[in-house]
């Protein structure tokens, strides 16, 4: 964040026109079961998409963040960022991204002061 107020007003005025659009940033590097199309929106890469489908089915099957890990794991599937062994956060990370939901929710907090960068979360 800058201290110059109309930076700050320019980098507002550009997330708000970009959540106005519908444009979510996504980090597709580690964004599992997506890759980013030519218009830059977001195309369902199946294999990986079969990798989520798998984790949330285990997961309604009742089975824990470390045991999902410990089966992805052993079936030699890499992890998003291509790593051999799959933690449970990275499992838990997938389970609660709001974006798989399709219920991404823009502009959780905002900035009350930016001269002083205090921010408050968002009442809705």
């Keep these: 964040m800058t201290d110059n107020p109309r930076a700050a007003e ?9 959540f106005a659009d519908g ?4 980090p597709f590097s580690r964004f599992l079961g997506y890759d980013k199309g030519e218009d830059g929106n977001l195309v369902v890469n199946q294999e990986q998409a079969a990798i989520v489908r798998r984790i949330y089915s285990f997961f309604l099957q009742g089975k824990t ?3 999902i890990a ?4 052993g079936d030699g599937i890499p992890t998003p960022s291509g790593k ?6 990275v499992i838990k990370s997938i389970l609660t991204n709001e974006k798989y939901k399709g219920d991404v929710l823009l502009q959780k907090s905002f900035t009350v002061d930016f001269l002083i960068k205090k921010t408050s979360k968002s009442d809705s």
């Design 70 to 73: 410990k089966i992805l794991t």
């Design 84 to 89: 051999k062994n799959w933690r449970p956060t």
């Design 65 to 67: 963040p470390h045991g």
């Design 23 to 26: 444009k979510v940033t996504v």
């Design 10 to 18: 320019n980098c507002t005025w550009g997330q708000r026109k970009r």
